[in-house]
């Protein structure tokens, strides 16, 4: 699982066992931002809502893919990237999913340079309809160098939106469909979600 720089390590490891105890039982040891997960406002708002404030069918329903590939390595994009394919529709979908391609670097130490999005890009995608944000990296703001701000999650996660991060699995799916992520319901910043494309 992708883990964030400095967030707590994941691990599992037997608590019972059915030869022992007759029930096996695994303990798990996360951050809530592991893995594919999603931030709760909480996360960077003060007095933000948590995921248990979070209603489920805020984060169901229909989506766009929207790729920009060959980005580089730190590269900042923004609606210029965004729009290599062609305009970006006046309304889009409650849920933006960006894919820059760079779940591929997910197990190597390349994860941590990934692209980030403009924060005026992410503007413009609020004001355009989006309300969730899907990104195939660690965070949409930049990882390496560390920063003490995240513009991106300022706006999504202030406006009261949510932010997904670490998606993978984006190649080969339509540019739009019907997506699902399936958190826990759990009182935090954040939660590890499983992340559904419902396709024909």
């Given amino acids: 699982m992708t883990v964030y720089p400095g967030d707590p390590a994941v691990s599992s490891e037997e608590a019972l066992t059915l030869s022992r105890d007759g029930v096996a ?18 996360h960077t708002v003060a007095g ?19 790729r920009a590939p060959g980005l580089r390595a730190g590269q900042r994009y923004g609606l210029a990237e965004l729009e290599a394919a062609g305009p ?6 409650p ?20 692209p980030f999005l403009n924060p005026d890009a ?21 990882t390496e160098p560390a920063t003490e701000t995240f513009p991106v999650h300022e706006v999504v996660l202030g406006a009261d939106g ?5 998606v993978c699995g984006l190649e080969g799916l339509p540019a739009r469909l019907r997506v699902g992520f399936f ?6 910043d954040g939660a590890p979600v499983r992340a559904v494309a419902f396709l024909p």
């Fill in 162 to 166: 949510l932010i997904v991060e670490n």
């Fill in 183 to 188: 958190p826990l319901r759990i009182d935090g």
């Fill in 88 to 93: 970006l529709p006046a309304d889009v979908p």
């Fill in 122 to 142: 992410a503007r413009e995608l609020r004001a355009r309809g989006m309300r969730v944000l899907a990104v195939d990296t660690l965070s949409p703001d930049p």
């Fill in 48 to 66: 933000g809502r948590t995921m248990a404030e979070v209603a489920l069918d805020e984060l169901v329903g229909d989506a766009v893919v929207l």
């Fill in 25 to 42: 039982v695994t303990s798990w040891h996360l951050g809530s931002h592991a893995g594919t997960h999603v931030d709760a406002p909480a």
């Fill in 95 to 114: 849920i933006v999913i960006i894919d820059t391609g760079w779940a591929a670097h997910f197990a190597g130490d390349a994860a941590v340079r990934h």
